[in-house]
Structures are given as C-alpha cells and as structure tokens.
C-alpha cells in the first residue's frame, strides 16, 4: 500500500488546482461579459402574434433588440419597441411608438366597425404604441399611454428568419 500514498504524492495536485482555478475564473468572466451586453447593451428577442402584421411574420421573429437608445432617450415616432405589457408585466411586446409625450395623436375607436376616431394628448413621459395591424392589436387605443420606463428596448434588425434578415422599417406608420 506504500506504493500506492507514494505514487498519489508524486500528482502534482497544487498545479491541477491552480488549472481549475483559472478555468473557472475564465468562465465566470464570459458569463458576466454576456450578462452585461445581454442586459445593458443589446440582446436577441423571439416576436410573434398578428400585431405587427405586416412588418414582423404571424408565426415569429428573432429580432435583436437596443438597449441602449431607451437610455439615451433616443426612442421617437416610428420606432418599434420592445416593452413590458401594461396589461401582464410578465410578458414583453412589439409595438410602433406613434406619439411621444406632449403630441397629439388621433386613432380611430374601433377600426373593424366604425370610423369614429378620437385625439388624444400623451402625457410627458408617456409614449403612445399601436400595432402595425390594427385589427388585431392591443395597444394604446386600449390601455392609453406607455410610460416611458416600460420600454426595454428598441428593435433595430430582423435576424431570423434569414431569408427576411435586416433593418425593421422605422418610417412605417400604423
């Protein structure tokens, strides 16, 4: 058995310690690089459902997602958005912002029924979001105005499906 403690001392353990210290060290500093962009900078979001019919598809959309235009105040008209629902604080929606606070924005009520519509003016530090397709979408001519801390991010490119891969068009109105 002397043999066996003498060859287990001979295991350079200090060396196979310091390896798994570093490796481990190394790992822990990828995680939080990826925490910090994912979180702060930019990250990927999956976007489906009718409401942005036709500018993001019905079956969904990976779309990457800015977030630090929210921060800079660098979100306006035209802009589709990435934001927690007013209605489920759980979920995350896609929505066009159409008025940002202290515009004037008129929709109409009930776009499948009639055409009354009505004017609105949003609240200082409110956005106004509607959905591209307006016949199937809740957004602000439900819920009224968004406050601008809802908004997470800002989407700024399609990247899959590939075959639809690019900007998201900004100059689209609802």
């Keep these: 058995m002397s043999g066996f403690f003498r060859r287990l001392r001979a295991i350079p353990w200090r060396e196979f310690a310091g390896d798994a210290f570093s490796r481990t060290f190394l ?9 910090v962009v ?22 969904g959309d990976v779309v990457a997602v800015d977030k630090v235009s929210v921060r800079l ?6 802009d589709v958005v990435l934001m927690i629902s007013p209605e489920d604080p ?7 912002v159409v008025g940002m606070g202290g515009d004037s924005v008129t929709f109409l009520e009930d776009p499948g029924n009639s055409d009354a519509s009505k004017t609105v003016v949003v609240p200082e530090g409110h956005v106004w979001v509607q959905g591209d397709n307006v016949y199937a ?4 001519r439900h819920f009224g105005a968004v406050p601008y801390g ?3 991010g800002k989407i700024f490119c ?15 109105s609802p």
Excluded: Y
């Design 137 to 140: 979408s809740r957004d602000s």
């Design 90 to 96: 759980r979920k995350d929606v896609a929505k066009r």
């Design 158 to 172: 399609r990247v899959w499906p590939l075959e639809a891969f690019g900007s998201i068009d900004s100059n689209q």
């Design 38 to 59: 994912n979180h702060h900078l930019c990250s990927l979001a999956f976007v489906r459902g009718p409401s942005m019919l036709p500018a993001m598809n019905l079956a």
């Design 73 to 78: 105040g660098k979100v306006g008209p035209g």
């Design 27 to 35: 790992a822990a500093q990828a995680f939080c690089a990826v925490h």
């Design 150 to 152: 809802l908004i997470t």
